[in-house]
């Protein structure tokens, strides 16, 4: 196209660098021109259709811009699913291997046994995360003045809702430990509880999340006793046998009744019973003290558990874990009105394994020299948990019991009483092997269960777990995280801003 200036006495043709006299265009030229500009017209011109789709187009890809995740709200309330659609949370913190295992950071092989393992790392950072969110929020509102029983019941409420609570597959671990100053784990209000948290309390918060907490659940039919029935239930292994566990009975899509205990050589069994397997227990912990005298006893337990992160790993002994641990730990002295105590780690309280839906796994992380020879093997979870005390570091069990959990190897035990076998049909239904305490049994409608529950503990099937106390007058800390030995590395899967 040509542009011609008013007071000019030449015609510019866009596209060229040729400048014509006006009196060559009143010559003759004029049509050689226009031959020109057409020409570059043509190899210009877009046609209306052409420019109509092109707006199409881009509406259209207005239209697929991705939305932007739900942000947080205050106080939290947004399930932590929702904050990351993409299903991927966020790695804990890395730490490598060092010495003999340092050439594990860069196998492929052990890449690739990452990578096959990437649904269970992901469960767990998912609990992780609920866990992360939830601890900031509780150390905002966590005040003197505020009954114990307010504050546990809010922490465990925004637990349910971030978690998106779902029965056994998503959920709180355990109740709600927040034992005060000599109390060194173990202690939750019971209802009706009137404990109010002071200035001068130390207070050890410790929960636990879960998803997907690895129970083996499957409908079966099966026959029992020639009633051929659906069952919603739990299969144990042992050996050869499987050991069923009826939790509810379906008869043509009706709710019946429930068995407690039925053994394999009791009903035949039909079913492909290959379990699906999810993720992990996150357990960690903290200590909230308002007094800043109380200081150097937090920064005791927090080092010492940072010190036993680090130790921690493949083929690491249990026992050298716990001797760097206690060095830590008791290179502190805390001033507490006046007078000066070390402090000590409670050599009867150790860290400890965490299983597939099983909070205590089999082994133990000593946090006092002289533990286990035995090593930290590949893919296994550890709590590592410490606790210094300005007390005689030793603790008992004292106090009124609130913590419950059913043992996890426990086989048939017939019971008597009809009322201890529904309390148990509950108990499986709700909480499998996970520890529970008082307030939720309350809180599902079970009323006068004290003595259905000491005879569920009397036989063995569950354990009570009441609380472990220092000598009184002495105060307590702890900190605990939870570490995934990967293959390639060691994660520290609860770690956070916080600590």
């Not at 966020?90 to 990437?118: A, C, F, H, M, V």
């Not at 100053?181 to 636990?208: C, E, I, R």
């Not at 009441?466 to 009184?472: A, E, S, V």
Request: glycine share 6%; with cysteine; charged share 25%.
């Amino acid at each position: 196209m040509a542009k011609e200036e008013p007071n000019s006495a030449s015609v510019v043709v866009e596209g060229t660098s040729e400048v014509r006299d006006d009196n060559e265009t009143a010559n003759g030229s004029a049509s050689s021109l226009q031959k020109e500009v057409e020409e570059k017209v043509d190899g210009l011109t877009v046609d209306e259709p052409t420019t109509e789709a092109a707006k199409k187009k881009k509406k259209k890809n207005k239209s697929k811009k991705k939305k932007e995740p739900p942000q947080q709200t205050d106080p939290p309330s947004i399930p932590v699913a929702e904050l990351y659609p993409s299903g991927e949370f966020p790695e804990g913190e890395i730490q490598q291997y060092k010495d003999d295992n340092l050439w594990r950071t860069t196998s492929e092989e052990k890449r690739e046994l990452e990578r096959l393992e990437k649904p269970t790392y992901n469960s767990v950072r998912q609990a992780a995360e609920v866990h992360r969110q939830v601890r900031k929020y509780i150390r905002q509102i966590a005040k003197p003045g505020m009954l114990m029983i307010d504050l546990c019941e809010t922490l465990e409420n925004m637990v349910r809702k971030l978690i998106s609570e779902n029965g056994l597959q998503a959920g709180i671990a355990f109740p709600t430990g927040c034992s005060l100053n000599w109390v060194a784990a173990h202690w939750t209000p019971n209802s009706g509880d009137k404990t109010v948290l002071q200035y001068d309390d130390v207070m050890k918060l410790d929960f636990g999340t879960h998803i997907d907490g690895n129970i083996i659940k499957f409908l079966i039919c099966v026959t029992v006793l020639d009633i051929k029935v659906l069952l919603c239930l739990v299969v144990e292994y042992e050996k050869n046998h499987i050991f069923i566990e009826v939790i509810d009975i379906y008869i043509n899509n009706n709710i019946t009744g429930v068995i407690p205990h039925v053994r394999s050589r009791d009903c035949s069994v039909y079913a492909d019973l290959t379990p699906t397997l999810g993720g992990r227990i996150v357990d960690c912990a903290f200590t909230v003290a308002f007094n800043p005298m109380f200081d150097p006893l937090l920064e005791a337990s927090r080092e010492a558990t940072n010190t036993g992160i680090k130790e921690a790993g493949i083929d690491v002994r249990l026992c050298d874990v716990g001797a760097a641990i206690q060095e830590v730990m008791e290179s502190y002295e805390v001033e507490i009105n006046g007078k000066v105590f070390q402090v000590k780690s409670i050599r009867n309280l150790n860290g400890h394994s965490i299983g597939q839906y099983q909070i205590h796994a089999g082994k133990s992380v000593p946090i006092v020299k002289g533990g286990e020879q035995t090593k930290m093997e590949e893919g296994e979870f550890y709590a590592i948990e410490t606790f210094g005390s300005t007390g005689k570091g030793y603790v008992r069990e004292d106090l009124e019991c609130s913590h419950y959990m059913k043992n996890f190897d426990i086989g048939h035990i017939p019971l008597r009483l009809p009322r201890a076998k529904q309390l148990l049909a509950t108990i499986n239904k709700n909480f499998s092997t996970l520890a529970f305490c008082r307030r939720y049994l309350d809180r599902l409608g079970e009323t006068k269960y004290l003595m259905a529950l000491k005879n569920l503990c009397d036989a063995g099937i569950v354990q009570p777990y009441p609380p472990l106390c220092d000598n009184k007058g002495s105060y307590v800390s702890q900190f605990e995280h939870t570490i995934l030995l990967r293959p390639t590395c060691k994660e520290v899967v609860s770690r956070g801003d916080d600590y």
